[in-house]
């Protein structure tokens, strides 16, 4: 944890989807703040997409130093294609960043992702 942010824990019950029951999710407030005006997302909504039953997360080893980080990429309660970086502390995700999807990823992520 950083010491110039404060951070927020938001715990969600089963309203989300059938893979989760209870989540905890945290982020920095000012990082929050920061995505928000560098990519026109927060984190408030990059937590909904964590209840797609769409989503799918990768793991991302490209950003992952002294903590394991992943990459969940699905559809927010706004309906917006998502790419959102987070880790697990002790059953708790951690947002690290959110945006939308670029082109290529929602691409990819269209041809990946069962038909109903």
Not at 16 to 41: A, I
Not at 50 to 74: M, T
Request: hydrophobic fraction near 35%; proline fraction near 2%.
């Amino acid at each position: 944890m950083t010491s110039w942010g404060t951070y927020v824990v938001v715990s969600l019950g089963a309203v989300y989807s059938s893979r989760m029951q209870f989540v905890q999710f945290e982020w920095d407030t000012l990082k929050d703040l920061v995505n928000r005006h560098r990519h026109g997302v927060s984190f408030g909504e990059a937590l909904t997409v964590f209840g797609d039953g769409l989503a799918r997360i990768f793991d991302d080893p490209d950003h992952s130093g002294e903590e394991a980080r992943e990459v969940i990429i699905g559809h927010s309660e706004r309906q917006r294609l998502l790419v959102v970086c987070f880790t697990e502390r002790n059953s708790t995700i951690r947002i690290i960043s959110a945006r939308a999807a670029t082109k290529r990823e929602r691409q990819h992520y269209e041809e990946n992702v069962p038909q109903s």
